[in-house]
């Protein structure tokens, strides 16, 4: 269960020093560093050392892709090989259809979970609900430039990797269950080489 816990931290906050990660869990320094080794020796966390200014180098620990692993992709392997066997038999053109006819009853389905008469924090985070149970480990923070809905994990980032309507069609999904006056756009993309995505919303 610590394990996990280490593992959820590194994935929801980024690389952590070790003082960090025990200060998070509530757990001592000591205590961190020795489940810190036993992941790297797992193979499931990276170490790496980041100098700033004067004196000894920071050390920060990160998920490695085997530890990213460990968070579920829905049937990674099976999805990617559909895709590309439609890809070559039907055309890209029957392939976009697909994502078309999907981004329309994800329109449907969440936009019957979304009241549109409340605020744009509360759609905000009621959106954040939604796709945290579908797997994407989403948040939202609030700032001087508006709202910051992030997530945290993809679970068909093997989908998107080789067809990126996917991204195409939830960003789509986002502006229309949000509210045409809304300004929505994604500044992180896990796809690009990024630890989340994330997209910036304002009025």
């Given at each position: 269960m610590k394990t996990n816990r280490f593992?959820?931290?590194?994935?929801?906050?980024?690389?952590?020093?070790?003082?960090?990660?025990?200060?998070?869990?509530?757990?001592?320094?000591?205590?961190?560093?020795?489940?810190?080794?036993?992941?790297?020796?797992?193979?499931?966390?990276?170490?790496?050392?980041?100098?700033?200014?004067?004196?000894?180098?920071?050390?920060?620990?990160?998920?490695?892709?085997?530890?990213?692993?460990?968070?579920?992709?829905?049937?990674?392997?099976?999805?990617?090989?559909?895709i590309q066997l439609m890809k070559d038999t039907l055309g890209e053109e029957a392939l976009q259809t697909v994502i078309s006819a999907g981004e329309q009853k994800a329109k449907q389905r969440y936009q019957q979970q979304m009241n549109q008469n409340n605020s744009l924090e509360e759609r905000i985070r009621t959106l954040a609900e939604i796709r945290s149970r579908e797997g994407y480990m989403a948040e939202y923070t609030k700032d001087d430039k508006g709202f910051l809905l992030i997530e945290n994990h993809c679970p068909i980032c093997a989908a998107a990797q080789i067809c990126q309507g996917f991204c195409v069609s939830e960003l789509n999904t986002f502006k229309f269950v949000l509210g045409e006056d809304v300004n929505i756009s994604r500044v992180s993309h896990i796809i690009a080489g990024d630890r989340r995505c994330a997209y910036r919303i304002s009025l």
């Open positions: 593992l959820m931290l590194l994935k929801t906050r980024g690389a952590l020093t070790a003082t960090e990660i025990s200060k998070e869990l509530n757990i001592t320094t000591e205590g961190a560093r020795l489940q810190l080794l036993k992941l790297t020796e797992e193979g499931l966390i990276q170490s790496s050392q980041e100098s700033k200014g004067v004196g000894r180098p920071t050390q920060y620990f990160s998920l490695t892709d085997l530890g990213n692993k460990g968070f579920p992709d829905t049937h990674a392997e099976l999805t990617v090989k559909l």
